[in-house]
């Protein structure tokens, strides 16, 4: 079965041109919100630029550096600490002249990339990737129509769930023992409560990806006023920075390591 929806506006809205130039870009290329209101696009010639709606007359842009490759068909995915992993695609479109194996992370507080881990394989057109319980993210498919059929996927563990002597050993992680299993409505109060002191609480909003695209990402820090084993944090204050569904709810130890998420849902 087939529906089409219409929508049809109401009222006196206007619509005017944004006087700003920024820079192009092409369907191919990534962007995700990493913040409420706040876009990460990455456009031609391997420039990103960060794009602020929170502005109630007209938009901001502000420059967010170079990527180390361009990466056409690759996605940019949301980690559960609010940076941005950017993965796959290719400098020459969906072909694996240019394609692009090394992964690149960019840091919101320091507005900076690095590149970090290699996959083993290319990630074209049609893949996608997608952040997971664990913190991790999944990453997989892509090629066709194109020089592969990947029927396949990897694993990336971002660098959070390392111990940080260079060891290359998983840290230990907080468990969450409660957080809410009934609807969350916005602006509401609730409790978490953790294996261990709750140093940091955030919420990511579970994925849709598609098309080098994640239309549903959603991230917050929810304020903890006091580190406890027990702390109570405030949901998004409205559906319109935090649309209802489903979310990821992360809690974060002092070693800066989260836990396995649990599922809320908003509404």
Known sequence: MERCITWIPSGDGVLTKYSNKIEPSQASLSSVMYAPGKVLAIRKYRKAVIVDLNDPVKPAVFAAGYLAKDRQFGTATVLANGQVWVNGGSSTGNDLVGAALDTELWDPDTNTWKTVASAATARLYHSA???????????GGGGA?????????????PPYLFKTDGSGEFALRPDIIDAPTTLVNWDQQFSVEASESIARVTLVRAGAVTHAFNQETRFFDLPVSE???????????????????????????ASGVPSIARIIQLG
């Open 129 to 139: 990737s997608l952040l997971l319980l664990d913190g991790t993210v999944i990453t």
């Open 145 to 157: 129509q194109g020089p592969l059929t990947q029927l396949n996927g990897e694993i990336y563990y």
């Open 227 to 253: 580190t406890a084993n027990i702390v109570t944090v405030q949901s998004p204050a409205s559906p319109n920075l935090a649309p209802p569904g489903f979310y990821l709810l992360f809690v974060w130890n």
